[in-house]
């Protein structure tokens, strides 16, 4: 679940755009109610919401695929600019989105890292590379700049002592995620990540070692949430706290269901929906990796970012508040009303 793309290479348009926003599905119904959520999907997967409602957890609340996403950034772009009423992406993309003035709220954590789902940064087996220090001068692979996994290998490199000058040497390339497994081995980059079933069959294949992971750098956390604008929370009070109760009552399912039911569950979903998708993946999906009962967010989970954005120089102190960036008020896990 975790997918996100250079985030902040059309904030100066966002600006403009938002403004233009209004022209969304929110005001296109005068007083009434949305009820009919745009949004995109996954190829091959399925999305918390698209859950909630195969299982009945979105009375009166009607999804409506608009396509599938590039990535996070792209995903949170288009609800900010009403192309879609919600998306997903990696806290820290969300900060640089908010920072940018874009009117955007966070309302429920929807991916995250635990002992069962993580990503790691791997090795070959015979690599030199053990520490931190023997990344200098070194090229790691990523999905993407600017994202989840440029900030976890940074802090990395920042907690074992790496100096800013050391840490610029530390280069980090775009490389297509099905593509990492094979520029490792084939020496392309000496570092690689890799999560999901890509990590999953890359180490069945052998040959491969973690230099670290996320889960062992944070431990167990919530790394990306869902966004709605905040023109459209004001507007859609009803609809909003339906459709974040059923998102939090789907994520609470797969945390307290087997994976086995979990899978069989995204199979028949992939299925009934029809879009010409391979459901092969899903059979690999081991847990949600969602920290909070629910989806609730924690502060945590995006102060962390905070203070990587302000020590990159991406953010100025104080340029953003917790209480601008999310908010539990919608969802039934945060006062235990569930």
């Not at 950034?73 to 940018?100: E, H, R, V, W």
């Amino acid at each position: 679940m975790i997918k996100i793309k250079h985030a902040l290479s059309v904030l100066s348009v966002l600006i403009v755009v938002t403004a233009l926003a209004a022209c969304g599905s929110a005001e296109a119904t005068g007083n009434a109610e949305v009820t009919e959520l745009r949004y995109q999907g996954s190829a091959g997967f399925v999305t918390f919401p698209e859950l909630a409602q195969e299982l009945g957890y979105l009375p009166g609340v009607k999804l409506t695929w608009v396509g599938d996403t590039t990535s996070g950034p792209q995903d949170i772009q288009s609800a900010a600019t009403g192309q879609t009423d919600f998306g997903g992406a990696f806290n820290g993309a969300i900060i640089k989105l908010k920072a940018a003035k874009s009117p955007i709220k966070a309302v429920i954590g929807y991916y995250g890292s635990d002992e069962k789902s993580f990503s790691g940064y791997y090795v070959t087996e015979n690599s030199p590379i053990r520490t931190a220090r023997d990344l200098i001068g070194k090229k790691i692979g990523v999905n993407t700049l600017g994202a989840h996994h440029e900030a976890v290998i940074k802090e990395y490199l920042k907690r074992e002592g790496l100096t800013p000058e050391e840490i610029k040497q530390v280069e980090l390339v775009v490389v297509p995620p099905v593509n990492t497994e094979q520029a490792v081995r084939q020496g392309q980059v000496e570092v690689g990540t890799l999560g999901g079933i890509l990590k999953d069959k890359a180490l069945e294949r052998g040959g491969l070692r973690p230099l670290f992971t996320d889960v062992g750098l944070f431990g167990p956390f919530t790394a990306g949430s869902v966004v709605l604008r905040e023109d459209f929370i004001a507007k859609n009070p009803t609809t909003v706290k339906t459709f974040v109760a059923g998102f939090a009552k789907a994520v609470e399912w797969t945390q307290t269901h087997s994976k086995e039911e979990v899978v069989a569950k995204f199979k028949e979903i992939i299925a009934k929906r029809g879009r010409n998708e391979d459901a092969a993946a899903v059979q690999y999906w081991k847990s949600s990796g969602v920290a909070g009962k629910g989806g609730v967010i924690a502060d945590r989970e995006f102060q962390t970012w905070i203070d990587w954005l302000q020590r990159e120089g991406e953010i100025q102190p104080g340029q953003v508040k917790l209480a601008d960036l999310f908010t539990n008020e919608f969802n039934p896990h945060a006062n235990g009303s569930a």
